[in-house]
């Protein structure tokens, strides 16, 4: 598996590649319950030796020293939770415009053809800036305004006010003020086969400003 995440912010583009990753526990202030998870997955080196293509026309790099971040482990966790099978996590560009993720994205095509499957863990909405903390309060017009016109674009396939977001208005910018959660988005739909359906395996809010709406194109095994 490749997990696009939200977590790892980079100068350049770049995958891990250590045999072990160390659980990465890069959140403060939670109860003790969460940092006391552990997900000892293995590295992905048969699959990286077989990206060395890829990984030099996109001009990724490898990094043997980072471990698999929360944006990885906690949705692993529940999808796979003998954790036996190999994770690779890859980083964002900050350099990077939305476009040129989504071009990169693209370079990743037969990584899927593989078999390889491809997370982009981050979420549509993420302000916590106005967050609310009680976890179920209702959600804020403007966050549940954009995750709609971001699902319209989801399922009729047009990306391109996806990558340019910001000319979406207002409620785009209240969603997004910063883009590191909204990038891994991205790359799971650049990465949409012609003609292919999407899946949303889940729609709703916690804390007034974070939208969790999980979706997927094609088959996942488990």
């Not at 990286?48 to 482990?73: E, P, V």
Request: aromatic share 12%; with cysteine.
């Amino acid at each position: 598996m490749l997990v696009v995440s939200a977590h790892w912010l980079t100068k350049g583009t770049f995958i891990t590649s250590a045999e072990k990753p160390e659980t990465i526990y890069d959140f403060y202030g939670f109860p003790q319950e969460l940092y006391d998870i552990p997900y000892p997955c293995s590295g992905a080196a048969a699959q990286i030796k077989d990206m060395a293509s890829i990984c030099s026309s996109a001009f990724i790099g490898l990094d043997d020293q980072r471990g698999i971040d929360h944006a990885a482990w906690s949705v692993l966790k529940h999808m796979y939770p003998k954790a036996n099978i190999p994770v690779m996590e890859m980083s964002l560009d900050y350099t990077k415009k939305p476009a040129e993720h989504y071009e990169l994205a693209k370079k990743l095509a037969p990584l899927r053809e593989q078999g390889i499957l491809i997370i982009g863990s981050g979420n549509i909405v993420h302000n916590l800036r106005v967050i609310d903390w009680n976890i179920d309060a209702k959600a804020f017009e403007w966050a549940v305004s954009f995750d709609s016109i971001v699902k319209k674009c989801l399922v009729e396939g047009d990306h391109k006010p996806l990558i340019e977001y910001q000319k979406i208005g207002k409620n785009a910018l209240l969603s997004i003020p910063t883009n590191e959660h909204y990038l891994p988005m991205l790359y799971a739909a650049a990465l949409q086969e012609q003609d292919e359906e999407i899946h949303f395996s889940y729609e709703g809010f916690q804390n007034g400003s974070i939208s969790m709406r999980c979706f997927s194109y094609g088959k996942i095994e488990r």
